[in-house]
């Protein structure tokens, strides 16, 4: 049975771990993908995570200093509440600026970034207080205040407005199309791939989950939650309008959906406390993603998923409802929710295209 751990976020999965071991261990996972971006998109990927690390760092060190100032507090060099410490804007910034498009110019992902960490962290009164994911917040912001300058080099330039998925484009036109320029070996790892500068590498983020799994640095069920709904719901799809399995493999490895459900569905301070409530929690992130890139204009989805669960987290921690456990009622009521999600996902799919 899994404990309530009753104390402020982030919620660890071991209360024993600190948060700067929890914190260095998703860089270390991240490093394989910051790694695979310069081999793929060289000086540019090493500008845009510099300009979204640095971005972040910076306008949480000025905004802490001029709280101090405000306080009437002598100028101190180095603030004892800079989460540069624990890690924790470094891994923001990083993740922030792994999907990002390799395109979009410098000044919109300084802007985004300063806009993500303080209105998603600061704002709302620094680490394990903010509701939203971070990096996810300022990745919206800049693709809805800037459209097409978040875009892909060398390619259509507005394929992906959230996560720069080019191998989904196709799908904005034709829902159920196949897309014969990559084989899912290129989706699986990532070379050549276009996309976000760092997403695109399933076998790595895979590497970085497995690494995190072992260190016990974060709850496997979230990811496996978030990709099996994915998969579920696109392999009923399959069935209905009679597709291949490329379809439900093609969610999954293309675009945003590995990346999302391993470092950002995963974050410890904007998720539920309790194992079901990671599930639901989970599942929601991947009925969302799913629907968005079904139904919407546009072919990803992750980001704006996750952010709109975000929201749901304080309601599905509730001390009413809120259980450790699954019991025999809430099980059957979650199947319930599941199997009327999946029809309504089928029959809502005769009306797409």
């Known amino acids: 049975m899994m404990q309530m751990i009753e104390k402020n976020s982030p919620h660890l999965r071991r209360p024993t771990a600190s948060v700067v071991r929890m914190m260095s261990d998703v860089a270390i996972a991240l490093t394989p993908l910051v790694a695979f971006a310069i081999y793929q998109h060289g000086l540019t990927a090493v500008w845009i995570l510099l300009a979204a690390v640095l971005s972040m760092l910076g306008t949480e060190y000025i905004y802490y200093q001029i709280q101090d100032y405000k306080n009437k507090e002598k100028f101190k ?72 300058a978040v875009a ?138 799913f629907v968005i890139r079904l139904f919407g204009n546009l072919p990803e989805g992750v980001v704006f998923a996750i952010l709109i669960m975000n929201m749901f987290v304080p309601a599905i921690d509730y001390a009413k409802w809120s259980k450790n456990h699954f019991t025999l009622k809430s099980s059957l009521i979650f199947a319930g929710v599941i199997i009327v999600t999946i029809l309504s996902v089928v029959v809502g799919a005769n009306y797409v295209g």
């Not at 919109?108 to 509701?131: E, R, T």
């Not at 470092?263 to 992130?285: H, S």
């Open 77 to 148: 060099l180095c603030n004892k509440s800079f989460t540069i410490y624990n890690f924790t804007i470094i891994v923001s910034g990083l993740i922030y600026g792994l999907i990002i498009p390799d395109a979009t110019p410098i000044i919109v992902v300084i802007i985004g970034g300063v806009f993500g960490v303080f209105f998603a962290k600061l704002v709302f009164g620094g680490m394990g207080q903010n509701i939203f994911n971070i990096a996810a917040f300022a990745r919206v912001f800049i693709a809805l205040a800037f459209g097409g």
């Open 152 to 289: 892909v080099s060398n390619y259509l330039p507005q394929v992906d407005g959230v996560a720069g998925a080019t191998v989904l484009g196709d799908w904005v036109i034709s829902p159920f199309a196949q897309n014969d320029n990559f084989s899912l070996m290129q989706m699986f790892t990532g070379i050549g791939l276009p996309g976000t500068i760092g997403e695109t590498s399933v076998l790595l983020i895979l590497v970085g989950g497995i690494y995190l799994f072992l260190r016990k640095s974060f709850d496997v069920f979230v990811p496996l939650t978030y990709i099996a709904t994915m998969f579920i719901l696109a392999f009923a799809v399959m069935l209905r309008q009679d597709l291949g399995l490329w379809y439900p493999l093609t969610h999954v490895l293309a675009g945003g959906v590995m990346f999302g459900a391993v470092f950002m569905a995963t974050d410890p301070i904007t998720i539920p406390v309790t194992r079901p409530g990671r599930i639901y929690f989970a599942f929601g992130v991947g009925v969302l993603t």
